[in-house]
């Protein structure tokens, strides 16, 4: 062990050294001086793009050594892992219910809040952004899994053709004869070694990197503008918080057989990547690699689920999804029927699977489920207001649902974790 910080304290440290300069920056005690906000700007996007960089060689790369190594049972493991996106999602997706109905974020004194609430000044850009939507976004997703061409998909960040892709190709490099697989596998574990360890050398300078995100966020939407707002960021971040920590600590600790302690702890790099950045796809290379080397989860394994679950596995998505829903339909006064609220569970479980992992996704799928219960798709605006800081949080539970479904389909497979003895000093 040296004497190093961990790399998790290290950024916990940037996180909240980060925060107190936005916030400072925010109530004018330090002036936000373009010189400071552009420098914050710069190193924030840096992060972002070495983070991003590094998806679609991470995908490929892990996806076909990840599959390739499936002698047999392939569908056994696919279908675990299905299972458990849809078990865990539905669980989020009742959490997000009880708790709104539970706290009633919507109402005051039994009184609708919606009218009094005034929509954010940039209300009008996110309309234009979501009208138009519905089901032909779903059908969309169904088209992206088999794209026409594998370079425009690249370049369009169309991750689930590549991922479909890579799937097949792990698969028939695989059944190779002999020779050839093994001359195709080195190549591609190789060339897995060589992006991973770029990903550790780029994850070096991930407290800089959080640093500049939290300042930079916080510098821009502070806290008073959310005042209003209060109770349902409360409300949503209990029913995440209890999410995490109880449903999903609870598959940890009796389905796999692991100790949620040491796998939060495991993965707490990848938790706070997915805050600051607010994308699991950009947390991808992050999560991969802290479920390799500090959760002790095979490449086999880890290699399969992570990509898909970065993809399509979004626990957090669908709880808000659910709970923003019907917190605007308590704000404004409508009252949703048992049959709507169901109507809001279905589609807030299908939505979530073809949500992007990018920032601020789940804002469309939420105009979807708006026009299915009859809602006013201007009420969305109201959302506005809270939506950075709530989406790093439930970004933050769309990732540890990730590394949760790894240990869960390596439990199912028969695997031991093998996690090293410390990843305790500098990771
Ligand atoms: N930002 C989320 C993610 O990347 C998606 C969303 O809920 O908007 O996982």
């Given at each position: 062990?040296?004497?190093?910080?961990?790399?998790?304290?290290?950024?916990?440290?940037?996180?909240?050294?980060?925060?107190?300069?936005?916030?400072?920056?925010?109530?004018?005690?330090?002036?936000?001086?373009?010189?400071?906000?552009?420098?914050?700007?710069?190193?924030?996007?840096?992060?972002?793009?070495?983070?991003?960089?590094?998806?679609?060689?991470?995908?490929?790369?892990?996806?076909?050594?990840?599959?390739?190594?499936?002698?047999?049972?392939?569908?056994?493991?696919?279908?675990?892992?299905?299972?458990?996106?849809?078990?865990?999602?539905?669980?989020?997706?009742?959490?997000?219910?009880?708790?709104?109905?539970?706290?009633?974020?919507?109402?005051?004194?039994?009184v609708a809040v919606g009218s009094h609430i005034?929509?954010?000044?940039?209300?009008?850009?996110?309309?234009?952004?979501?009208?138009?939507?519905?089901?032909?976004?779903?059908?969309?997703?169904?088209?992206?899994?088999?794209?026409?061409?594998?370079?425009?998909?690249?370049?369009?960040?169309?991750?689930?053709?590549?991922?479909?892709?890579?799937?097949?190709?792990?698969?028939?490099?695989?059944?190779?004869?002999?020779?050839?697989?093994?001359?195709?596998?080195?190549?591609?574990?190789?060339?897995?070694?060589?992006?991973?360890?770029?990903?550790?050398?780029?994850?070096?300078?991930?407290?800089?990197?959080?640093?500049?995100?939290?300042?930079?966020?916080?510098?821009?939407?502070?806290?008073?503008?959310?005042?209003?707002?209060?109770?349902?960021?409360?409300?949503?971040?209990?029913?995440?918080?209890?999410?995490?920590?109880?449903?999903?600590?609870?598959?940890?600790?009796?389905?796999?057989?692991?100790?949620?302690?040491?796998?939060?702890?495991?993965?707490?790099?990848?938790?706070?990547?997915?805050?600051?950045?607010?994308?699991?796809?950009?947390?991808?290379?992050?999560?991969?690699?802290?479920?390799?080397?500090?959760?002790?989860?095979?490449?086999?394994?880890?290699?399969?689920?992570?990509?898909?679950?970065?993809?399509?596995?979004?626990?957090?998505?669908?709880?808000?999804?659910?709970?923003?829903?019907?917190?605007?339909?308590?704000a404004y006064g409508?009252?949703?029927?048992?049959?709507?609220?169901?109507?809001?569970?279905?589609?807030?479980?299908?939505?979530?699977?073809?949500?992007?992992?990018?920032?601020?996704?789940?804002?469309?799928?939420?105009?979807?489920?708006?026009?299915?219960?009859?809602?006013?798709?201007?009420?969305?605006?109201?959302?506005?207001?809270?939506?950075?800081?709530?989406?790093?949080?439930?970004?933050?539970?769309?990732?540890?649902?990730?590394?949760?479904?790894?240990?869960?389909?390596?439990?199912?497979?028969?695997?031991?974790?093998?996690?090293?003895?410390?990843?305790?000093?500098?990771?």
């Amino acid at each position: 062990m040296s004497g190093k910080l961990a790399l998790h304290w290290q950024m916990l440290i940037a996180m909240v050294l980060g925060g107190l300069l936005g916030l400072l920056m925010n109530n004018g005690a330090i002036p936000a001086a373009p010189a400071l906000t552009s420098t914050l700007d710069v190193i924030a996007q840096l992060f972002m793009n070495s983070l991003k960089l590094l998806v679609i060689p991470v995908v490929v790369t892990s996806m076909i050594v990840g599959i390739s190594r499936i002698d047999s049972g392939i569908g056994k493991l696919g279908g675990y892992t299905l299972l458990y996106y849809v078990a865990s999602s539905t669980a989020a997706i009742i959490a997000g219910l009880f708790f709104v109905n539970l706290l009633s974020p919507g109402l005051v004194d039994g009184v609708a809040v919606g009218s009094h609430i005034a929509l954010p000044a940039d209300a009008g850009a996110l309309m234009q952004k979501v009208e138009n939507r519905g089901a032909g976004d779903m059908l969309n997703l169904f088209l992206s899994m088999l794209p026409p061409n594998l370079v425009t998909a690249a370049s369009e960040g169309n991750l689930l053709g590549l991922i479909v892709f890579s799937l097949l190709y792990g698969y028939f490099l695989g059944r190779l004869p002999t020779e050839q697989k093994q001359s195709q596998l080195a190549f591609w574990e190789s060339a897995q070694a060589i992006v991973m360890g770029i990903a550790t050398l780029f994850l070096r300078a991930a407290p800089i990197g959080v640093f500049a995100l939290i300042a930079n966020v916080l510098a821009r939407t502070g806290f008073a503008a959310m005042a209003p707002m209060a109770w349902f960021f409360v409300t949503v971040v209990l029913a995440l918080a209890f999410h995490l920590g109880v449903t999903l600590s609870f598959l940890l600790w009796q389905v796999a057989k692991a100790s949620p302690r040491q796998h939060f702890r495991a993965m707490l790099p990848a938790l706070l990547t997915a805050f600051s950045t607010a994308s699991s796809n950009a947390t991808l290379p992050v999560t991969l690699r802290c479920l390799r080397e500090r959760a002790g989860v095979s490449e086999r394994v880890s290699g399969m689920t992570v990509p898909l679950g970065a993809t399509i596995n979004m626990d957090g998505t669908a709880l808000y999804e659910c709970a923003a829903v019907l917190f605007l339909a308590q704000a404004y006064g409508v009252d949703l029927s048992f049959a709507q609220q169901l109507t809001v569970v279905i589609i807030a479980l299908v939505t979530s699977i073809g949500v992007a992992g990018i920032p601020a996704a789940s804002l469309v799928a939420i105009a979807i489920i708006l026009g299915a219960v009859g809602l006013p798709l201007e009420a969305i605006g109201l959302l506005l207001i809270t939506d950075r800081l709530l989406d790093m949080c439930r970004t933050a539970v769309n990732v540890y649902s990730d590394s949760v479904a790894a240990v869960f389909v390596a439990s199912r497979e028969g695997e031991q974790l093998s996690p090293p003895d410390s990843h305790s000093a500098s990771d």
